[in-house]
């Protein structure tokens, strides 16, 4: 079973301790709530991506790609996660 709370936290948690201009992958989150193991980590995938869209339009963190906020709407592939930035 998927403790969403446990991922939504730790997420908001792991990105508020970044520096500032660093990202997180979203696989540190999950490795950080599931284990090390692909096994333990990889099942918390969708449901952390699930997740990071709905904080994102809430405005509580931002999702890149390839360096530049994407559109939580419409982002395939790898992405990174990281503070809201005030520019």
């Given amino acids: 079973m998927v ?3 446990a991922l939504e936290q730790t997420a908001l948690r792991l990105i508020a301790t970044l520096p ?3 990202t997180l992958a979203p696989t540190d989150i999950a ?3 599931g284990g ?3 096994d333990q980590w ?7 991506r699930r997740i990071v869209v709905r904080l994102a ?6 999702i890149y790609r390839k360096g530049v906020p994407a559109d939580p ?4 592939g790898v ?9």
């Fill in 20 to 22: 500032a201009g660093k």
């Fill in 36 to 38: 090390k193991a692909a």
């Fill in 57 to 62: 339009k809430e405005g509580r963190l931002m």
């Fill in 73 to 76: 709407d419409d982002f395939k």
């Fill in 42 to 48: 990889g099942p918390l995938m969708q449901p952390l």
């Fill in 3 to 5: 403790d969403k709370h």
């Fill in 31 to 33: 490795q950080e709530v």
């Fill in 79 to 87: 992405y990174r996660l990281g503070p809201v930035r005030i520019d």
